[in-house]
């Protein structure tokens, strides 16, 4: 079992749209969580840090779940410019999923 | 200071040579990270250092990987008699602080062995 999954996608949204990705991960003694976008050929960016009581930078929002072991990110109000593939990390090792691909279309 | 950079950006090289990768990081971190990326997969976590001591390498990193980091500055990763299967993107990543995650990561060595 990998330490951490996501749905690859991709994820196919109009302009506007809220989307949310989730990301669940094995190691419970896991203690930070990341966003990060990537794209295409290019290296990842930190996007927001996971907190436990959630957190909110804009239209993005992410929130652990620690009982079932999964973070998640919404992103409200899409845009084209949102179009990349969301990554999660956990920190143990900075294992990195295999990330989401958001395709935002006009 | 304009971040963390790589050199070279491209390598091909044909099966069985061995090659090297230079990362400089932003100058005050004192962590340094490498990962191997392939096409449609997350990075890959292969090593870690804390100044110039390597505190942890991924079980993933063959004997045929080497990475140092002399001064506590830069980092080289060689890979010696090199296989089709290492070619991938090469990651840098630097930090000063473990848990605010990996802001800073380099552009990457795109590695095509033939």
């Known amino acids: 079992r990998k330490e951490v999954e996501q749905d690859p996608g991709p994820f196919n949204v109009p302009e506007g749209a809220t989307v949310a990705f989730n990301c669940t991960y094995s190691n419970s003694a896991s203690q930070s969580f990341f966003w990060y976008r990537q794209d295409c050929r290019k290296e990842p960016k930190l996007l927001m840090s996971v907190y436990s009581s959630g957190n909110e930078d804009g239209r993005f929002t992410a929130q652990l779940n620690r009982a079932s072991q999964y973070i998640s990110l919404l992103i409200r109000d899409s845009k084209l410019s949102d179009s990349a593939t969301y990554l999660c990390v956990v920190n143990i090792e900075w294992s990195f999923g295999s990330g989401t691909k958001l395709n935002v279309k006009p | 200071d304009t971040g963390v950079s790589q050199n070279p950006r491209h390598k091909i090289t044909k099966r069985g040579q061995n090659v090297t990768f230079r990362c400089d990081p932003i100058?005050?971190?004192?962590?340094l990270y490498w990962y191997r990326q392939t096409l449609g997969q997350g990075p890959e976590f292969l090593t870690y250092?804390?100044?110039?001591?390597?505190?942890?390498k991924s079980r993933l990193l063959s004997d045929r990987f080497s990475a140092e980091r002399p001064k506590g500055s830069f980092s080289t990763l060689e890979i010696q008699r090199t296989e089709q299967g290492d070619s991938a993107m090469y990651l840098c990543?630097?930090?000063?602080?473990?848990?605010?995650?990996?802001?800073?990561f380099g552009p990457g060595t795109r590695l095509t062995v033939l």
């Open positions: 250092f804390q100044n110039e001591a390597q505190l942890e």
């Open positions: 100058s005050e971190h004192n962590r």
């Open positions: 990543a630097s930090s000063f602080f473990r848990d605010r995650g990996l802001e800073f």
